[in-house]
């Protein structure tokens, strides 16, 4: 695989797993669960689920 192949695949694969867990967090905000216990819950920073809660109010 030559190299331009291999980082546009590994860019997909990245913007699979943050559209993934954008759509967990507006989930899990639906279920009316806190900043926190979303954090928690997948394994990530606050400050990580909060920029993502910011992007989804702004989309909406």
Known sequence: MHSAERKGRNEGI???????????VKKKLAKGK???AIADECEEETSVI???INEIGEAE
């Open 50 to 52: 909060r920029t993502i």
């Open 14 to 24: 990245k913007l699979g797993k943050e559209e993934l867990l954008k759509q967990q």
């Open 34 to 36: 806190s900043l926190e």
